[in-house]
C-alpha cells in the first residue's frame, strides 16, 4: 500500500457519474438564470434553458436531475403545482422534448406553491396529513403526465408513498417510480435552498412532520413505512450529518438507497473555499465519497457538476 500504483487496487468506494443527481431550480418568474445569493455559483434557470442546461450537464456526463419549481402562483393549497402548465410540468416536457434519455426526477411538495410556506394543507394554524394526501397523488400524475421517470415526494406526510402509488397506477403510469424523502430531519441545513426556492414558511416550522434530530429508531421506522407502501429507493436527508442513518438503512434494508447532500451543506463548503480556508475540489470529493462509503447508492447534490468536470479532467 506504501506504493501510489497499487492503491487504486485497494480501493473499496469508487464514485462513479451515475451516482450523481444534479438538482435544477426552475423558475417561472425570470427570463435569464439568476445566481442564488446564499448558494454561491448555484441558479435558478428560467423555463425555455432548462433543457439546455440539462444537455450540458449531460455533456460531462451527468444523467440524472431533480427539478425544484419556483412557480408565479401560489395559493392556500399549492394549485400550481398540479396544474398541466405549471412550471415543473413544462420544464419535464421541454427536457424530455431535447433529452428523452436523461433521467428526470420531480419533487412533489407543496411548499413552493403554497402562500404559507408548509408542505401540506393548513387549517387553523395545524398542517392537515390526510387532506394532503390526495393533492400528492394528483401532483404526481401530473409530473408522470408531463413524462418524469420518478416521482420524489418530500413533505414527510404519512402514507404519501401508498397516495401516490395508488393514483399513478389508476391513471396508467405503472412504471413511474418513487423516491421517497423516507427520513428527512428538521434540519437547519436546509435554509439556503428555502431562499433559492422561495419556499420559507409564515409560521411556525416543520417539525410537526419532518423529524427529530435526536431520533434514530424512527427513521427505520419511517424507511420500513415507505418501503411497504411502494417506494422503490429510500432517501436520507440531510446527507453528512446523518451518515449514520444512511449505514443502518442501507444494512438494514438493502434496498436502493439515496442521500441528499443539501443546500447547507453546499454553502458550507462554498464559503470555505471562496475565503481560501478549504481545497474545494478536495473537500468535495472526500464528501461525496464519504456519502458513497456510508452505503448510498444515489447522490443528490448541487456539487455534481463541478464534480463532473473534475472527475473528466481526471484531476481528483
Ligand atoms: C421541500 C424540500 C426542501 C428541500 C428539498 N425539498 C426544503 C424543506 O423541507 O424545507 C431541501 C433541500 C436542500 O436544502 O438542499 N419540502
Not at 425570470?30 to 454561491?40: G, T, V
Not at 418530500?154 to 397516495?163: L, R, T
Not at 413505512?225 to 446527507?239: F, N
Request: proline share 4%; with cysteine.
Amino acid at each position: 500500500m506504501r506504493k501510489d500504483h497499487l492503491r487504486p487496487l485497494f480501493k473499496e468506494t469508487k464514485l462513479d457519474l451515475d451516482d450523481l443527481v444534479m438538482p435544477i431550480f426552475v423558475d417561472e418568474t425570470i427570463s435569464k438564470p439568476k445566481e442564488i445569493s446564499s448558494m454561491p455559483g448555484y441558479y435558478r434557470i428560467p423555463l425555455g434553458q432548462v433543457a439546455d442546461e440539462v444537455g450540458k450537464a449531460m455533456d460531462l456526463g451527468l444523467k440524472a436531475f431533480i427539478l425544484f419549481g419556483i412557480p408565479a402562483y401560489k395559493d392556500e393549497i399549492g394549485s400550481s403545482a398540479f396544474a398541466k402548465n405549471g412550471v415543473i410540468q413544462r420544464a419535464v416536457r421541454e427536457i424530455k422534448g431535447e433529452h428523452p434519455d436523461a433521467v428526470v426526477v420531480t419533487d412533489v411538495c407543496l411548499c413552493e406553491y403554497t402562500t404559507h410556506g408548509h408542505c401540506g394543507v393548513v387549517r387553523d394554524g395545524v398542517v392537515l396529513n390526510d387532506e394532503t394526501l390526495p393533492i400528492l397523488g394528483r401532483i404526481a400524475v401530473s409530473h408522470a403526465e408531463a413524462g418524469a421517470d420518478i416521482v420524489a415526494p418530500s413533505g414527510m406526510m404519512d402514507g404519501m408513498v401508498k397516495a401516490i402509488r395508488d393514483a399513478l397506477d389508476s391513471e396508467g403510469y405503472r412504471d413511474v417510480a418513487i423516491m421517497s424523502y423516507s427520513a428527512k430531519y428538521a434540519s437547519s441545513f436546509y435554509g439556503p435552498f428555502r431562499e433559492a426556492a422561495e419556499s420559507g414558511y409564515k409560521f411556525g416550522d416543520r417539525r410537526s412532520y419532518q423529524m427529530d434530530i435526536h431520533n434514530r429508531n424512527e427513521a427505520l421506522r419511517e424507511v420500513e413505512l415507505d418501503i411497504e407502501e411502494g417506494a422503490d429507493i429510500v432517501m436520507v436527508k440531510p446527507a453528512l450529518a446523518y451518515l449514520d442513518i444512511v449505514r443502518t438503512v442501507k444494512d438494514r434494508f438493502g434496498v436502493p438507497t439515496a442521500a441528499y447532500n443539501v443546500s447547507g451543506e453546499y454553502s458550507m463548503v462554498k464559503a470555505s473555499a471562496m475565503n481560501g480556508w478549504l481545497d474545494e475540489k478536495a473537500i468535495v470529493y472526500e464528501i461525496l465519497v464519504s456519502i458513497k462509503r456510508a452505503g448510498a447508492d444515489l447522490i443528490i447534490t448541487y456539487h455534481a457538476k463541478d464534480f463532473a468536470k473534475w472527475f473528466n479532467e481526471g484531476s481528483l
